[in-house]
């Protein structure tokens, strides 16, 4: 009887944890989901033709920060912001989303991190992303292309790479490291 009891204990430990994982696992993906939703709400509503639609071109979303207590996601999505209609005029913004608890759902936190990052000094050509990766709670990867002053406008020939990084305690993203990779060349 002892040895059936210490079955069934082990047994009920055993749902109870993954009971508790599946949870935490449905918990993320619903969060991911109502920030996903917040983020195309936001796109659709400053830009057009964003890529929340598109297979070919996927939005992109990464949890930011190491805070436990603030569930954060940082939103890499292309549109032509102010519906301008030009040529030149999509590029990609790396917007930021924050649970609200009193609300319930996910507050736009900051609406373009390259724009933040550039403020003082045009940095990252967020016409030509390439790439995003995340790195750690904290630190992005991005890979874009940039424009020489002998380019065409749609034709950059420099490839660079950058590391940007999110101070939970300033609430600010900055440039770490730029770095030259190579040189494009288009026909």
């Known amino acids: 009887m002892n040895k059936l009891i ?13 009971t508790f994982y599946a949870s935490l696992s449905f918990a993320q993906d619903n969060a991911e989901q109502a920030a996903y939703r917040q983020a ?3 796109a659709e509503m400053v830009a057009c033709g964003t890529n929340f639609s598109d297979d070919n071109n996927p939005v992109k979303f990464f949890p930011i920060g190491t805070d436990k207590n603030e569930l954060r996601y940082a ?27 009193l609300a319930k759902t996910f507050l736009l936190a900051q609406d373009d991190v390259f724009g933040e990052i550039n403020k003082n000094d045009f940095t990252i050509n967020s016409r030509f992303i390439e790439s995003i ?3 750690n ?3 992005l990867m ?12 749609n034709q950059p020939t420099l490839r660079y790479r950058y ?3 999110y101070n939970d305690i300033s609430d600010r993203w900055q440039l770490e490291s730029k770095k030259l990779l190579s040189k494009v060349k288009n026909d």
């Open 6 to 18: 210490q079955k069934i204990t082990v047994l009920s430990l055993g749902l109870l944890t993954a």
């Open 40 to 42: 195309k709400k936001y």
């Open 75 to 101: 939103v890499l999505w292309q549109g032509d912001v102010g519906c301008l209609g030009g040529t030149g005029t999509s590029y990609y913004v790396l917007s930021v989303f924050k649970y609200a608890s």
């Open 133 to 135: 990766k995340q790195i």
């Open 137 to 139: 709670a904290t630190t």
């Open 142 to 153: 991005v890979q874009s292309l940039d424009l020489t002053d002998d380019d065409l406008p």
């Open 163 to 165: 590391v940007i990084t």
